[in-house]
């Protein structure tokens, strides 16, 4: 079945650093690939998506790049601010499929 | 424009009591998703509807949940009897099912603790 993987956390940095979280899936198909950020206290947000190889998603700074050839679709962002420390889920959705599988969420913490 | 609303944001209950989740979804969209969070398991797909009608309760834990989903505007979580592993927090999300892609709107949440 479809699955997603993403990196263990917590991840913690300085504000300006940059950020990396891998994600890789497993799926038949050709899945809509998604970020998800939830801020403390809230329901999730979605970040960015990407339909189909080589798309590029972008928003708020943040940027991922749907990978066939590796599976992957990890989020990157060249500098963090503290307003960014959240929990950050890589999904996908199958082809045919309503259904969103998560990952299990990787908390990143951004300290001035 | 009102996002997908859920009440109550917070319930506190004993063991033994039924427990009731709303969710009101985003006007226009046709589906609409009960997930739950936790520690330890992440966050689950409880089920899923289209049209109002129920198209995967696969990952309903027991048969002590249901759900309903009465109309396009309302939908229901219960729990009954509830436990202490009950204890979570719910979301309900919905989308618009016929677009390019499908994106799917989180609620803020409900949070169940069962004593």
């Known amino acids: 079945g479809n699955s997603v993987t993403q990196m263990e956390g917590p991840v913690t940095l300085s504000e300006e650093a940059f950020l990396t979280i891998n994600c890789t899936y497993t799926?038949?198909?050709?899945?809509?690939l998604f970020w998800y950020v939830q801020y403390p206290g809230e329901g999730l947000q979605l970040l960015l998506k990407?339909?189909?190889?080589?798309d590029k998603g972008s928003n708020k700074g943040f940027e991922a790049t749907y990978r066939k050839e590796t599976t992957s679709f990890h989020l990157e962002k060249g500098s963090v601010q503290v307003s960014d420390s959240a929990v950050y889920f890589c999904?996908?959705?199958?082809?045919?499929?309503?259904?969103?599988?998560f990952g299990k969420g990787t908390k990143l913490t951004v300290n001035p | 424009d009102a996002g997908v609303i859920q009440s109550p944001r917070h319930e506190v209950t004993e063991m033994g009591q039924e427990v009731t989740l709303r969710c009101k979804p985003i006007?226009?969209?046709?589906?609409l998703f009960w997930y739950r969070q936790t520690m330890m398991r992440g966050l689950e797909l409880l089920i899923y509807?289209?049209?109002?009608?129920?198209?995967?309760d696969s990952g309903m834990p027991e048969d002590r949940f249901s759900a309903k989903m009465p109309n396009a505007s309302f939908s229901t979580l219960k729990i009954q009897p509830s436990e202490p592993r009950d204890s979570a927090v719910y979301f309900c999300?919905?989308?618009?099912?016929?677009?390019?892609?499908?994106?799917?709107?989180f609620g803020p949440g409900t949070r169940l603790l069962v004593l």
């Open positions: 509807f289209n049209n109002n009608v129920p198209i995967d």
């Open positions: 799926a038949t198909g050709y899945p809509s």
């Open positions: 999904a996908l959705r199958g082809g045919g499929s309503e259904k969103l599988v």
């Open positions: 006007s226009g969209h046709n589906s």
């Open positions: 999300a919905s989308s618009y099912t016929g677009g390019p892609v499908e994106t799917q709107y």
């Open positions: 990407a339909t189909k190889a080589d």
